[in-house]
Nanobody
C-alpha cells in the first residue's frame, strides 16, 4: 500500500513564495511519475506540474514560469517551489503518483491548503 505524505503550504500574501513536499512510503513500483494537482472550490482538479524519474516534466501553462517541480528519486519524494503567488493559485494541492506523464493517477495525497491573500 502506498501512502503519500504531504507537507508545506499555508497562507502567504500575493507575490510571496511557498513550498510543498510529498514523500511516498511503500513501493510505488512502475509508477514513475510524481507531481502535483490542485483543486479550488467549485472547480475541477487540474494538473499543476509532474515529473518522471528520467527528468521529463510537464507544467500547467498558468504556473510555467513561477513554479518549479523537483524530485529525489532515491527518497521517492517530490517538491514544488511556488514563487510569485497569486490569489488564483489558492487551492488544495494534491500530491499524485502515476505510471507516466499523462496517465491516470494511481495514488493521491491527502491534500495541502495553499491560500494566497490579495
Amino acid at each position: 500500500q502506498v501512502q503519500l505524505v504531504e507537507s508545506g503550504g499555508g497562507l502567504v500574501q500575493t507575490g510571496g513564495s511557498l513550498g510543498l513536499s510529498c514523500a511516498a512510503s511503500g513501493s510505488i513500483g512502475s509508477s514513475n511519475t510524481m507531481g502535483w494537482y490542485r483543486q479550488a472550490p467549485g472547480k475541477q482538479r487540474e494538473l499543476v506540474a509532474v515529473k518522471n524519474r528520467r527528468g521529463g516534466t510537464r507544467y500547467a501553462d498558468l504556473v510555467q514560469d513561477r513554479f518549479t517541480i523537483s524530485r529525489d528519486n532515491a527518497k521517492n519524494t517530490v517538491y514544488l517551489q511556488m514563487n510569485s503567488l497569486k490569489p488564483e493559485d489558492s487551492a488544495v494541492y494534491y500530491c499524485a503518483v502515476s505510471p507516466c506523464i499523462g496517465c491516470r493517477v494511481d495514488y493521491w495525497g491527502q491534500g495541502a491548503q495553499v491560500t494566497v491573500s490579495s
